[in-house]
């Protein structure tokens, strides 16, 4: 029996069965459906994306998987050379895992064994926001902060190492001001969160954040997992404001595959890189580095770049505020919208009740959460797809 995710497993609805999938459309027995989610983000050119698809076949003829444990190949050589030249500042140093909860382990790991690699033991603290999300592994529950998640945690108590902070520069300031000196990193979805709830924040946040960083001496980790290659309009948040760790994920592959990767500056690289075998990253996820994973993430680079990702975005963005622009209803609290996400909250969860299957019946795969009826679509949508998506949302709310 399948333990699907997210679910009460003895109420939950049946899922949709897929038996193929192309372009932005999943085909069910009856019916195909425009997925409005790019399933969970991450399927940004489209399903069985053609380029995609033939590296991994290519690379498949010759193996799909060697540890990178004593052995290396071409395929992740040239995946890690293709970020590092690719990537904006020194962020050259590429630590591979499979999934990105895992990256965001490896980032936090990374940041505390940092300072006890430079002798700074009593930097125990991490900075997160209110509101965060960064995968369901524990660590990254416990710098998360939303109970509807990581309720589970309850039962430990507070954590004493973790502060969460709302996304307005007195706080920040604040925060600062009171831990810096028992602060190994902050970490951040810059600009959107997202299963916190697709909420939305000012860049002059994370400048001032980069400030107090560079200042007191702590590291500053951006989780784009889900902001990254173009979601909020930037190719990658960290192109303006450039953190010292990026963890990516999601769209690295273009969904076609599991594959994160954490990656260091030279600061952070240079305080692991020494005679002392006890100032190893000491970490090692079996399928990092897979060669079928990097082989479909260096064709989604490419790929990304002769798409010019940056102006299909803004051109959703722009059909996306034409076709909310003005849109109200009094179960609405609020529409918010950045590059490639829009966000409609609504007051009361009850709400959004049954808008799965009716977007089902109206050809469009959806998957609200809790008060928010989103949608994160694939970027090689027409004009006329992205409109219907935003027509059947709205029909929704007209229907009463």
């Known amino acids: 029996m399948i333990w699907y995710p997210y679910e009460q497993m003895k109420t939950m609805k049946a899922p949709y069965e897929i038996i193929s999938a192309e372009g932005p459309y999943l085909h069910t027995q009856d019916t195909k459906l425009l997925d409005s ?6 399927v940004i050119y489209g399903y069985h994306q053609p380029q995609i698809t033939e590296a991994i076949c ?7 998987h060697v540890m990178l444990g004593g052995l290396t190949h071409e395929a992740v050589e040239e995946l890690s050379e293709k970020l590092a030249s690719w990537l904006p500042g020194d962020l050259d140093y590429c630590f591979f895992s499979d999934s990105g909860s895992v990256a965001v382990e490896v980032a936090l790991k990374m940041a505390l064994q940092y300072y006890v690699n430079c002798g700074e033991n009593h930097r125990k603290t991490v900075l ?6 960064h995968g369901d592994t524990f660590k990254t529950m416990a710098v ?3 109970e509807d998640y990581h309720f589970v945690l309850q039962v430990y108590g507070d954590n004493p190492y973790v502060v969460h902070i709302p996304t307005d520069i007195a706080s920040l300031e604040a925060a600062f001001d009171r831990y810096h000196d028992e602060l190994n ?10 299963a916190g709830g697709m909420r939305m924040y000012d860049i ?3 400048k001032r954040a980069r400030e107090l960083c560079d200042a007191y001496g702590v590291l500053l980790i951006f989780d784009e997992v889900a902001t990254g290659f173009g979601r909020t309009g930037h190719r990658f948040v960290a192109d303006a404001v450039l953190p010292d760790i990026l963890v990516l994920g999601k769209g ?13 500056n030279q600061k952070v690289f240079a305080a692991f890189y020494d005679d002392a075998p006890e100032k190893a990253l000491m970490h090692g996820p079996t399928f990092m580095g897979n060669a079928l994973a990097c082989a479909a993430a260096k064709a989604a680079i490419d790929l990304f770049d002769r798409l010019d990702v940056p102006s299909k975005v803004a051109h959703i963005e722009e059909i996306t505020r034409r076709e909310l622009s003005g849109f109200t209803d009094p179960r609405i609290r609020e529409i918010r919208i950045m590059g490639g996400c829009a966000c409609i909250e609504v007051y009361d969860a009850e709400t959004l009740s049954g808008y799965q299957q009716f977007a089902y019946e109206h050809g469009v795969f959806a998957r609200p959460f809790l008060k928010y009826l989103y949608s994160m679509v ?8 992205l409109v219907h998506i935003f027509s059947v949302m709205k029909e929704w709310f007209r229907r009463g």
Not at 37 to 42: E, K, N, P
Not at 58 to 64: G, L, N, T, Y
Not at 185 to 194: A, D, H, K, S, T
């Open 204 to 206: 002059a946040f994370l």
């Open 252 to 264: 690295l592959t273009g969904g076609h595959i599991g594959h994160a990767v954490t990656i260091a």
């Open 58 to 64: 290519r690379q498949a003829a010759k193996f799909s």
């Open 37 to 42: 989610i790019s399933s969970w983000w991450s």
């Open 378 to 385: 694939p970027y090689i949508l027409t004009d006329d797809e």
């Open 128 to 133: 997160a926001l209110n509101h965060a999300y």
């Open 144 to 146: 998360g902060d939303d």
């Open 185 to 194: 990193c902050f970490i951040v979805e810059p600009l959107l969160q997202g």
